[in-house]
């Protein structure tokens, strides 16, 4: 068998910008992440919602500016 054929394994210690850390197995030596299990909104509860107007609210308001607009052309 060939010698050195796995990469080296490490007990990682991982680190969030928010702060929290902990270990894993890894075979890289230090990682930092931007976003995890105690800040990522999906397992926090706190999920934040971006589209304020849903799509379909959207393009009712479009097609009646368009009728509208079609009407005062007239």
């Known amino acids: 068998m060939k010698k050195d054929t796995h990469p080296k394994y490490y007990e990682t210690k991982v ?3 928010c702060g929290n ?3 894993i197995g890894s075979t890289i030596e230090k ?3 931007e976003i995890c299990s105690a800040c990522h909104p ?3 509860g706190n999920e934040k919602t971006l589209d304020v107007a849903g799509r379909v609210e959207k393009f ?3 097609a009646t500016k368009a009728t509208t607009a ?3 052309g007239k």
């Open 15 to 17: 680190t969030c910008a």
């Open 21 to 23: 850390t902990f270990t």
């Open 31 to 33: 990682m930092q992440v």
């Open 42 to 44: 999906f397992f926090t």
């Open 60 to 62: 009712k308001t479009r």
């Open 70 to 72: 079609k009407k005062k």
